[in-house]
């Protein structure tokens, strides 16, 4: 039989490791910042069209290649970084495996301008799927810029793939905040479709943080700092109150790389068991310094994921210097948490007065509790419900006034609250358990619903406007909510990009932590976004019903169970939570029987 092994031709070989490196336009995005990075740059410039579908641009004042290295480095495994298999063990770059350039060329259309600082001219490479078009001089400022246009033109399935624009760039600017967040020493600034998105100046860790999250944002962290002999630990933790419900705001750091580590996640999310509710996650933006031999970046392609030979350590000295700065410090539970290995822990400062945590179950108010049963709102039963209402409608063992029709929900029996979460009371055929959350969520949703499709607003108007800061990504995400929540009575003007003034909002809505109550639904709207709600107006009732809704452990009183009840019945589709739970169960007096 004759040979059938072919070495693959190069083209095709980087297509295939294209796959790998280059899956999205958030990851050719990566690679190019990293590379901006490592080549020493101190001012960065990204700019996407299209979510970087048609066009990825970073520009860089960095060292510059020469003119035959602007050829070599679209070779595969063409790095300056490492020389021999050692190097791998202490690498400080960011790259090193020498595909990042030789992927993304092989699946766009590239041009890349690049100059050293010792030359007057520098060199332009234009290059398509692997393929040199050109190569020229060029007048250009020292650094790098490199243009990747049409990514994936040559593979329609991978663009096919991509998700829309929304998507993508959000996935992009995650990518970018990982980058700027570890090099707040560097400028970069940030253009999507003609709009600066960011433009962040150099400066310290917290104030990269302000510059991406919004000003306010220091007012919620606490400093940590520990350093020991395997780790330093430095950075920001989130206070307990404003643990979110998305693991949004959560960046480990090592050695100025982004890493996902869910060991060590973990370590910091015990340091708040007790202090935050189930299902919310603190903020975190921790730096860890870790001697590059003592670690293993090697093991993803993308090098996300690291491993550690000093794990345990590591983890326990997170866990500590969060608890630290939460004041939930205990020397003791950390020593017997790992009684072999010997810690030096940094005695607190002198004048180190640990911040009594503060700790709010319920931040969000209870709205029996103030609005009493005066809805503005009413919302009309539809005609099928009254067969409905024939089985689940609680009776009344005693009739006050058994002359008058009876009142389908005053129950006159008490309903009883069980575990602050289930409100159980009796009907004429049974029993009926109510999930008050989900009931709530049901109540509010249609409320809200009905609320945005009136034309006249029942807002109240602020004593003091509110003003609040938002994040580029969330302050777009509320521009584009606006109409919505103008709808729904909230009346919030624009004072800068990300500045909001809120001078009124929905009657059933408090003004105390409005900036949160906002943050909430913009997280929850940008995951039901992802999810399954295309419909806007719905989205953002559902938000502020799911924001708004009495919390899981809040033990209700008999008339605000009643009246919970009162209006669960009254809902268009009393037996299901808008996001789709069931909302109580009813059992009859047959079930009942049955069991016994
Ligand atoms: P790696 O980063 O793993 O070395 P890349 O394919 O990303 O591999 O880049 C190949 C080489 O091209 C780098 O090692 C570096 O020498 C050079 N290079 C890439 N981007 C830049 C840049 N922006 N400025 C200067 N040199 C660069
Ligand atoms: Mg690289």
């Not at 250009?140 to 663009?159: D, E, H, Q, Y």
């Not at 990982?178 to 253009?191: C, E, K, P």
């Not at 009413?378 to 009254?386: A, F, H, I, N």
């Amino acid at each position: 039989m004759s040979d059938i092994i072919n070495i693959l031709p190069d083209s095709v070989a980087n297509q295939i490791a294209a796959g790998e490196v280059v899956d999205r336009p958030a990851s050719a995005v990566k690679e190019l910042l990293e590379n901006a990075m490592d080549a020493g740059a101190t001012e960065i410039c990204l700019i996407v069209k299209d979510a970087g579908r048609t066009l990825i641009q970073v520009v860089d004042n960095g060292c510059g290649m020469s003119d035959s290295d602007a050829l070599v480095c679209f070779e595969r495994h063409a790095t300056s970084k490492i020389r021999k298999a050692d190097d791998l063990f202490a690498i400080r770059t960011m790259g090193f495996r020498g595909e990042a350039l030789a992927s993304i060329a092989a699946v766009a259309q590239v041009e890349m301008k690049t100059r050293q600082h010792e030359n007057k001219l520098g060199t332009q490479v234009i290059i398509e799927g692997s393929e040199v078009k050109e190569q020229s001089p060029c007048m250009c400022s020292v650094g790098t810029s490199i243009a990747v246009k049409n990514l994936f033109f040559n593979i329609p399935a991978r663009r096919n793939f991509l998700k829309k624009d929304s998507v993508e760039l959000s996935h992009i600017e995650e990518t970018f905040k990982r980058i700027a967040l570890a090099n707040y020493g560097v400028a970069f600034s940030f253009h999507s479709n003609g709009r600066l998105l960011y433009d962040l100046k150099p400066g310290n860790f917290a104030q990269r943080i302000a510059g991406i999250f919004g000003l306010n944002f220091n007012e919620r962290l606490y400093h940590i700092e520990e350093h020991t002999e395997p780790v330093s630990v430095r950075g920001y933790v989130g206070k307990a109150e404003y643990a979110k419900r998305a693991r949004g705001e959560q960046y480990l750091f090592v050695n100025n790389r982004y890493i996902k580590h869910p060991g060590l996640s973990a370590a910091i999310e015990r340091a708040y068991s007790e202090l935050i509710p189930d299902h919310t996650y603190p903020a975190y933006f921790i730096l860890l310094d870790v001697d590059p031999q003592r670690m293993d970046v090697n093991i993803h392609p993308t090098k996300t994921e690291v491993r550690f030979i000093d794990e345990s350590v590591i983890f326990a000295v997170l866990r500590a210097a969060t608890k630290k700065a939460l004041g939930q410090f205990s020397l003791a539970n950390e020593l017997e948490f790992n009684p072999s290995t010997e810690i030096d822990f940094t005695p607190a400062k002198r004048d180190y007065i640990p911040e009594t945590p503060k700790v709010s179950f319920n931040p969000n108010y209870n709205p029996f509790r103030s609005s009493g049963t005066d809805h503005n709102v009413s919302v009309s039963k539809k005609p099928s419900l009254e067969s409905f209402f024939d089985t689940v409608v609680p009776e009344m063992t005693e009739p006050l006034m058994p002359e008058k029709p009876v009142e389908p929900v005053a129950s006159a029996a008490v309903p009883i609250n069980y575990q602050g979460r289930y409100i159980i009371t009796t009907l004429k055929s049974g029993i009926v358990v109510i999930d008050q959350r989900r009931a709530h969520e049901r109540i509010l949703y249609e409320r809200f619903l009905a609320a945005s499709e009136e034309k006249e607003k029942h807002a109240q108007q602020l004593l003091f406007p509110v003003t609040c800061v938002f994040n580029a990504s969330e302050s777009e995400i509320l521009n584009e909510m606006m109409p919505e929540l103008r709808r729904l009575g909230f009346v919030i003007e624009t004072l800068s990009t990300n500045t909001f003034v809120v001078t009124a909002t929905p009657n059933d809505i408090k003004d105390n932590g409005i900036q949160q109550l906002l943050e909430q639904i913009i997280d929850e709207y940008r995951s039901n976004m992802l999810q399954k709600f295309s419909d806007r107006d719905k989205n953002i009732c559902l938000s502020l019903a799911r924001q708004m809704a009495v919390r899981v452990g809040t033990v209700l009183k008999p008339e605000e169970m009643q009246q919970l009840i009162a209006d669960l019945f009254s809902c268009q589709a009393p037996d299901m939570s808008p996001s789709g739970k069931r909302t109580m169960i009813v059992l009859s007096e047959k079930d009942i029987d049955d069991k016994f």
